[in-house]
């Protein structure tokens, strides 16, 4: 069975590799723009490797010939940094998901499996979850949010013209596993986040906001609801996240800190003064997209997918923050924990993260 992993470089895709080589008979081909070198070690071994810049002139041509034979496309590739180059972002989440899916059709796949998220979701509530029935038209000041809501109504057109192709959705919340401690750090905080503090264990204060309520689940997690919708006949979408809430006042009690209330204006003046001076990466559409986005009920994934998180979020967040202190990675590029990339001035002031600008 082969099945090709666009973006399998990636903290999911990292996730992905190590649980389908669980899968008897599997082929594995992993796409990248910049690819593990040859000692990269598990899971990099073993696997097919193509480079394939997706979002570039030409790329569906090359991905059809990737894709030749496969039984299923995981589309993971998607770009983050540098915030600032919203062209640059746009040229590869939506015009590269664009390319994949032409991909995929011409060559006849059986099925396409596409990482979406919680943040394709319109605003909703945070005192109850909702199902994949809920408007995923997008949080408007997101970009991320646009161009997730952009892809999923591609694929909306895609299943109208081809019914045959199966196509499955998976929204899952914020994903955490230690592997992927430093490339967190590198796209969310930046060089200037003491990050090292967390081997304390301590986070002394956290802004509380009553809709700073946020769902999570763990990287290995999220893999296996991938492998469960590669293998199996399952269709649509599917909401993937564990329990608790992570909440500001639970934050607190495990990390041994305070909550500071923070209002809403606040929170973006924040966001966006410091975004602007090139101090951290985070501009308020981030801001926004956890205030709006809904609390998800992973119903549908624990009944037609036979899915279960084993790990709760909050010790999958306490091994991101190991591996944020510890500077924890593999030996893939947008996972490398090569001390050389964070506190780049220069890269700070291009208004870009220091190191790599591409996460797959």
């Not at 059986?110 to 943040?119: E, H, K, M, Q």
């Not at 899952?172 to 930046?190: C, D, H, K």
Request: aromatic fraction near 6%; glycine fraction near 10%; include cysteine.
């Amino acid at each position: 069975m082969r099945i090709v992993i666009v973006g399998a470089t990636g903290n999911v895709g990292t996730a992905v590799l190590r649980r389908l080589r669980r899968e008897a008979g599997t082929e594995l081909v992993g796409v990248a723009r910049r690819l593990p070198g040859p000692d990269a070690g598990e899971p990099y071994g073993d696997v097919e490797w193509h480079s394939c810049d997706i979002g570039a002139p030409g790329a569906a041509d090359q991905l059809v010939r990737i894709f030749a034979g496969a039984r299923a496309v995981v589309h993971l590739a998607w770009q983050i940094q540098p915030s600032h180059d919203r062209r640059t972002l746009y040229r590869t989440n939506v015009g590269g998901s664009r390319a994949v899916i032409e991909a995929a059709v011409r060559v006849g796949v059986p099925a396409l499996v596409y990482a979406s998220s919680v943040g394709t979701y319109a605003p909703g509530p945070k005192n109850q979850p909702v199902s994949e029935n809920w408007p995923a038209t997008g949080v408007e000041t997101s970009s991320y949010s646009r161009d997730k809501a952009e892809v999923e109504a591609l694929l909306d057109g895609v299943q109208r013209e081809h019914p045959k192709l199966r196509v499955v959705r998976l929204r899952p919340g914020l994903i955490f596993q230690r592997e992927a401690g430093t490339e967190i750090s590198r796209y969310f905080l930046g060089p200037l986040v003491p990050v090292r503090l967390l081997r304390y264990g301590r986070i002394p204060l956290v802004p509380s906001n009553r809709r700073l309520r946020m769902q999570a689940v763990h990287a290995d997690d999220v893999a296996d609801a991938y492998a469960r919708a590669v293998v199996g006949d399952a269709s649509g979408a599917f909401n993937v996240a564990a329990d608790p809430v992570l909440t500001p006042e639970l934050l607190a009690r495990h990390f041994h800190g305070w909550t500071l209330p923070v209002a809403v204006p606040v929170l973006r003046a924040a966001a966006a003064l410091t975004w602007r001076a090139r101090l951290q990466p985070v501009d308020t559409g981030w801001v926004d997209l956890a205030l709006n986005v809904p609390l998800m009920s992973s119903h549908r994934a624990e009944t037609e997918l036979g899915w279960t998180p084993q790990i709760d979020t909050v010790t999958a967040l306490k091994e991101l923050f190991a591996g944020m202190a510890t500077r924890a990675g593999t030996g893939s590029p947008p996972l490398s924990p090569d001390p050389a990339l964070p506190g780049r001035p220069a890269a700070l002031t291009r208004g870009q993260l220091p190191g790599h600008p591409n996460p797959y």
